[in-house]
């Protein structure tokens, strides 16, 4: 069993930057690939960023690359989203979540089904 917290989030200017943590209890973090993904209002949850174990790989959607860095600190069980140029588009509950495999390859990276333990979600508002 995974315990996920993520902290971090908050009210931002467009223009600023927030890094979002994401907090892991349980022996075996270190072994699977992280995502974090995230929901606006009225909207669907979509896939954000991932990085697979040992944070070889990060993966990234079109709308956040060059603006937002995932990474990972194994030996505290954290995984983090540097969120830098933000957009009042980016206003969302971001949710991390474990991933099944330790290097997901493809669409596999930002098929939730294959994401096993959510934490509870963080806000981000980016708003003047």
């Known amino acids: 069993q995974v315990q996920l917290v993520e902290s971090g989030g908050g009210l931002v200017q467009p223009g600023g930057s927030l890094t979002l943590s994401c907090a892991a209890s349980g022996r075996t973090f270190s072994a699977y690939a992280m995502g974090w993904f995230r929901q606006a209002p009225g909207k669907e949850r979509e896939f954000v960023s991932a990085i697979s174990a040992r944070g070889t790989t990060r993966y990234y959607i079109d709308s956040v690359k060059g603006r937002f860095t995932i990474s990972r600190d194994d030996a505290k069980n954290t995984v983090y989203l540097q969120m830098n140029a933000l957009k009042p588009e980016d206003t969302s509950v971001y949710y991390c979540?474990?991933?099944?495999?330790?290097?997901?390859?493809?669409?596999?990276?930002?098929?939730?089904?294959?994401?096993?333990?959510w934490g509870q979600g963080t806000q981000v508002t980016v708003s003047s």
């Open positions: 979540a474990t991933h099944k495999e330790s290097r997901p390859f493809g669409s596999a990276w930002s098929r939730e089904s294959l994401y096993t333990y």
